[in-house]
């Protein structure tokens, strides 16, 4: 394996053997992938690391669940997602999801400017509302349908297209607030 990312054999059978300092080398070496991954669900980046930590708490317990004939990085990244998905399921409010349920479509196009520094538009995505985020997240960057997200997170299929559109609508409203030069109207 040429892959510089992928888990050595030793730490994977260390981790799996339970053994502190195995697990402890893992959660140093993948702390910033993961890390990256969950500031895109969350809000704040105490939420993310809340939601890292628990992401690595089930890559611990279920390392014997990993198969090494695939990449290591592949199954990181799903239960870091899955991490996410978990912690929007508990943290949501009845009222949240009415909001989101009760937005309208809109035939509004949304096109993504480009910037120069990936940061700024996390820190942009990260002012969405949970719901928003979690679905802008998961049909934009995971690539799943509005089907798959509709099952994960208990809501239909169209209520993931609406609040895909509702996330976009709300996207421009926030770039135009803090850059509005990027686009114009």
Aim: proline letters at 4%; charged letters at 30%; a neutral charge.
């Amino acid at each position: 394996m040429n892959d510089s990312r992928a888990i050595p054999p030793r730490l994977l059978d260390g981790c799996r053997r339970g053994d502190a300092a195995s697990q402890k080398e893992v959660y140093a070496r993948y702390y910033g992938y993961g890390l990256h991954i969950t500031l895109r669900y969350t809000k704040t980046r105490e939420e993310a690391v809340e939601v890292l930590n628990d992401g690595f708490l089930k890559i611990f317990r279920h390392m014997d669940r990993y198969n090494p004939a695939f990449p290591f990085l592949s199954w990181f990244r799903r239960i870091m997602v899955n991490s996410a998905i978990d912690h929007f399921r508990f943290t949501r409010k009845e009222n949240d999801m009415l909001e989101l349920l009760e937005e309208g479509l809109s035939d509004q196009v949304f096109e993504m400017p480009s910037f120069k520094e990936g940061s700024d538009l996390l820190l942009i995505v990260q002012q969405l509302s949970p719901g928003y985020r979690m679905v802008f997240n998961l049909h934009v960057m995971e690539e799943y349908t509005h089907e798959e997200i509709g099952e994960m997170l208990g809501i239909s299929a169209s209520a993931s297209r609406s609040n895909l559109t509702r996330a976009k609508q709300r996207l421009r409203e926030l770039i135009l607030d803090q850059w509005p030069s990027v686009m114009k109207l």
